[in-house]
């Protein structure tokens, strides 16, 4: 249970170094974006960009989370090649051989990015933010789950 604890305690720590990037942009998120002109509403008086709500796929906050999705998948992928080398089994996963491990999870990192991809061109901004968070939270499960049946 201590493990969980410091587990959980480190997630929040990154979640929380994460956030700010996050945040900086998201006050220019509306749910349904629409255009605005300065003289309603003065916090949108900057850019075109910043008056629709519109902002790049691959902004400062995309960039951090993608790459932290992108970390936490690829040891969850060697930490379950790991395990299953040494006569270990992968109870969430339908296969127990690595190559074929691997390319699941790995291949759930470009799934993700097309559902966010799809997320960010319909302007559902919010979505695409918390797609990347729930394939962190997937890949943190495995790492947590293999981490307390002994692994590395």
């Not at 796929?57 to 790991?82: M, N, P, S, W």
């Not at 990015?113 to 979505?127: A, I, P």
Request: hydrophobic fraction near 45%.
């Amino acid at each position: 249970m201590r493990g969980l604890k410091t587990i959980f305690a480190g997630t929040c720590l990154f979640v929380s170094f994460a956030f700010p990037a996050w945040a900086q942009d998201a006050e220019f998120l509306p749910e349904k974006p629409r255009p605005m002109n300065a003289a309603v509403h003065p916090r949108f008086a900057g850019s075109e960009a910043k008056k629709t709500g519109v902002h790049s796929f691959y902004d400062r906050a995309g960039k951090v989370e993608f790459g932290a999705a992108l970390g936490l998948a690829i040891f969850d992928a060697a930490q379950t090649c790991h395990n299953l080398s040494n006569g270990g089994e992968e109870f969430s996963l339908p296969t127990q051989h690595c190559p074929n491990a691997v390319a699941m999870l790995l291949s759930s990192i470009a799934l993700q990015e097309f559902v966010t991809y799809e997320f960010h061109s319909h302007g559902h901004h919010t979505l695409e933010r918390m797609t990347r968070f729930q394939s962190m939270a997937e890949n943190l499960t495995g790492i947590v789950r293999s981490k307390l049946a002994g692994a590395w």
